[in-house]
């Protein structure tokens, strides 16, 4: 137990995250993401998999999704067919077990990262079906009588999107983390990480209109880092020139290109007005 | 030092519970962080704050408590969670109940017993004695029930607060008439809930299957449409003017409502419904809708719940043209009881606590026409209109 998780190549991780990270794996409770979409909560399971070299199961929670499908689900439309066809299998209800996510995590030797992705969009009580599941990695299988117990306590990591309010007994159990939106330092380490050899001022001028942008007030949907590092991406694909990105903005306060950081039509309309009353002031 | 840290989150309403204090000692005890004082920041910050509109608060509370020190000493990280965790199970607790947490995993519990004991104890000691005796013969530390209450007192003086603390756990109706959450208005809203199958069948309906496969003799599968909230609700909010105190709380209400009924509408009025009503309150002027266009549009199954706080001068309610606002053909009494005529199911929630209801005469007015459905707008009061509203 004494992994220390101190982030990757590929992932910065702020020293209060990996705080967190380290919190929730020595005490083997879940912890808990929040945070701005695209401040890399998803990727955060896959880098703490990589870096503790552990296999990473992944769940993603979807408005349907029922506590009950992540431990099993019992398969009754197969066996009653097999039972119509004679079939061998049918004498033994295993057979028509399928393992959840959980349940998945649970039987491995070694230890994995369970992710629970999004947990916030599936139904109100959702979290509370799974309290003590988590709480205790065990579950009851009905149908068989058995219970399964965690081999070994899976590092648990939960995503919320902050859609619904979880509830105050689940989130008692959590390590909890808000992933605030990374400042200009640690973002421009962020950018050096996905594009080692970007050059530093295309990044510094691409990073002051991407905070400029950010700023807009009445922006619907805010640019997220993804963005930014997609946006760069084109940038230096069209290979625009690091002044002509200075200089448009001044004009035209719509950056080039702005397809890949803004993507909500009302938001354009935004920058067009704006960008026509900063004209109309300069004449 | 850390129990008075977690009090003084307590006092600025940072909702942090005795679990979370304890596993934040626990992680101290496993060496979870080294002794900066940046990492105890973050380890308390993600062991006790468990939302994000909380995180403010917390830095407040522990630059405060924290205010210049630097470095914690090895010695004190170490030996203050043993005592604590100690204390808390092996002193306080019998081994059943022990057994008991275990078993349930609940801290309510324990925040129970606890303070039961600490009850037992003020009746013993009362016999004029001081609550803590000096010189560390009080009983009540010698006893064992509360040994940290006293090891507290002794350290920083403030025993006072930590009994505080455990009496503030008395109000546990908390949750029932206070705190009113989105989550929390949501799973009372479920109240009113009306399944119908309708739509797609795309779900085997299990009975039906096994029924006629045994009767045909072969695999028969049946499907059956699933089951989906039927309910309608049409909400009227009083806006503008003494409301405006209770605007956070409208909007919880409403955005939960939103979410948890698929047809819902809701229109706005001002103090007393009159013969026209809005859904855009910035062009509330503009576009009016006819009352009585919303009362043929919506059939009479609809629920129908008023949200206002019906305080206002009775001659609103009572007298045509007793509008603050226009000139009024009709008495908004009498459009009040064509809504009570036309739909069964109405109900009145009421921001404004109950016990000032009898001294308003325009709230006893339209409790009145509403046949005493009128409800706080408490979890209780909300709980309560709905089952009024799921009736018949």
């Known amino acids: 137990m004494s992994q220390k998780f101190e982030g990757t190549e590929n992932y910065i991780a702020t020293e209060d995250l990996r705080v967190a990270v380290n919190a929730a794996l020595t005490l083997q409770r879940p912890l808990l993401i929040k945070g701005e979409p695209g401040t890399g909560k998803t990727v955060l399971a896959e880098e703490v998999s990589k870096a503790l070299d552990m296999e990473l199961i992944t769940w993603h929670v979807k408005s349907t999704t029922k506590a009950q499908q992540g431990l099993y689900e019992y398969d009754a439309i197969t066996r009653l067919r097999d039972s119509q066809l004679g079939d061998e299998r049918v004498k033994d209800v295993k057979n028509y077990i399928n393992k959840g996510k959980l349940w998945e995590a649970f039987e491995k030797k070694k230890r994995v990262v369970l992710l629970i992705d999004e947990i916030d969009k599936a139904d109100i009580e959702f979290p509370n079906d799974l309290l003590q599941e988590l709480d205790r990695m065990e579950f009851y299988v009905y149908e068989t009588g058995e219970t399964i117990k965690a081999v070994e306590r899976p590092l648990v990591i939960i995503t919320s999107n902050n859609e619904k309010e979880l509830p105050d007994a689940f989130l008692r159990r959590c390590f909890f983390h808000y992933i605030s939106f990374p400042d200009a330092a640690t973002m421009s380490q962020i950018i050096n990480v996905h594009y080692p050899d970007i050059k530093e001022r295309l990044v510094r001028n691409a990073l002051a209109s991407f905070y400029e942008v950010r700023d807009v007030p009445g922006l619907k949907k805010k640019p997220s880092t993804s963005e930014l590092l997609d946006w760069l991406k084109l940038l230096m694909n069209e290979d625009i020139d690091p002044e002509t990105l200075r200089e448009q903005d001044a004009g035209k306060l719509i950056p080039p290109l702005h397809g890949a950081l803004i993507k909500n039509e009302q938001d354009v309309h935004l920058f067009e007005r704006l960008a026509f009353l900063a004209r109309r002031e300069r004449n | 030092m850390f129990v008075n840290f977690f009090h003084e989150l307590k006092a600025q309403n940072v909702p942090v519970s005795l679990r979370e204090y304890l596993s934040l000692l626990e992680a101290l005890d496993n060496d979870v962080i080294g002794n900066q004082v940046e990492e105890f920041y973050y380890l308390s910050k993600a062991a006790l704050v468990k939302d994000e509109r909380n995180l403010d608060k917390f830095d407040r509370v ?215 009503l809005w859904k855009d309150n910035t062009r509330r002027h503009t576009e009016k809708m006819p009352t009585w266009d919303v009362l043929h549009t919506f059939p009479s199954d609809y629920k129908v719940i008023f949200v206002g706080d019906a305080s206002m001068s009775p001659y609103e309610i009572t007298y045509e043209g007793g509008s603050v606002e226009h000139w009024n053909e009709e008495a908004g009494a009498t459009w009040l009881q064509r809504v009570t005529e036309v739909y069964e199911n109405c109900v009145w929630l009421n921001p404004v606590a109950e016990r000032y209801w009898e001294h308003t005469a325009s709230t006893q007015i339209i409790k009145q026409i509403f046949s005493d459905r009128m409800y706080p707008l408490t979890l209780e009061g909300l709980d309560g209109a709905m089952r009024e509203l799921s009736r018949g």
């Open chain 2, 62 to 276: 522990f630059g405060e408590v924290f205010k210049g020190l630097e470095s914690l000493g090895e010695g004190d990280i170490a030996e203050i969670p043993e005592e604590w965790l100690r204390s808390m199970t092996e002193k306080f607790l019998t081994e059943e109940e022990k057994a008991e947490i275990e078993a349930l995993g609940g801290w309510e519990k324990i925040m129970e017993e606890l303070k039961k004991r600490l009850e037992e104890q003020e009746k013993r000691h009362e016999g004029g004695n001081k609550w803590i005796g000096t010189g560390g013969t009080s009983p009540f530390g010698a006893d064992g029930f509360n040994p940290e209450g006293v090891r507290i007192g002794q350290k920083e003086g403030r025993h006072g607060k930590a009994v505080k603390v455990w009496d503030k756990r008395e109000y546990k109706n908390l949750d029932d008439s206070v705190e009113l959450g989105t989550r929390n208005i949501k799973v009372a809203l479920r109240r009113l809930r009306k399944f119908a199958r309708d739509g797609e069948a795309d779900i085997l309906d299990i009975d039906d299957t096994i029924k006629s496969t045994a009767h045909a003799g072969y695999l028969d599968i049946k499907m059956i449409a699933e089951r989906r909230n039927k309910v309608k609700v049409l909400v009227f909010f009083d806006i503008g003017g003494s409301m405006d105190g209770h605007i956070r709380l409208c909007e919880e209400l409403f955005s939960a409502a939103r979410t948890e009924f698929k047809n819902m509408e809701y229109f706005y009025f001002h103090n007393c419904l009159y013969e026209g």
